[in-house]
């Protein structure tokens, strides 16, 4: 069982940038790929970027590509999510997650944390 903590989101204007970190916990961590999903009110859950942790590959939703770069520290058991040139509509519950596939689909991850605010001003 795994246990995912996301942190560094908040209040940003729009151009500016945030890195939000999210570390795993318990056993078989290497096991799995980690994704980063985002959410609002109005909308399903979103892919947004992902990375796999054995071979390093990593893929990016066509909305944040070029200005979202993730990446991982496998001894730390990190992820992290940099975002440049933030805008309004990147404005989200940001969620790191856990899959032994490495896939764009939310139903396939098992484990998920309970997210970190981002919101971008206009």
């Known amino acids: 069982q795994l246990q995912l903590r996301e942190s560094g989101g908040g209040l940003v204007q729009a151009g500016g940038s945030l890195r939000l970190s999210c570390v795993a916990t318990?056993?078989?961590?290497?096991?799995?790929?980690v994704a980063w999903f985002r959410q609002t009110p109005a909308k399903e859950r979103e892919f947004v970027a992902r990375v796999a942790t054995v071979t390093g590959n990593k893929d990016y939703a066509d909305s944040v590509r070029g200005r979202f770069a993730v990446s991982r520290e496998n001894l730390k058991n990190s992820w992290y999510l940099q975002m440049n040139d933030l805008k309004p509509e990147d404005t989200a519950l940001y969620y790191c997650?856990?899959?032994?596939?490495?896939?764009?689909?939310?139903?396939?991850?098992?484990?998920w944390g309970r997210g970190t605010q981002v919101t971008v001003s206009s």
């Open positions: 997650a856990a899959a032994r596939d490495f896939t764009k689909e939310a139903t396939s991850y098992m484990y």
């Open positions: 318990g056993r078989g961590i290497t096991a799995y790929n």
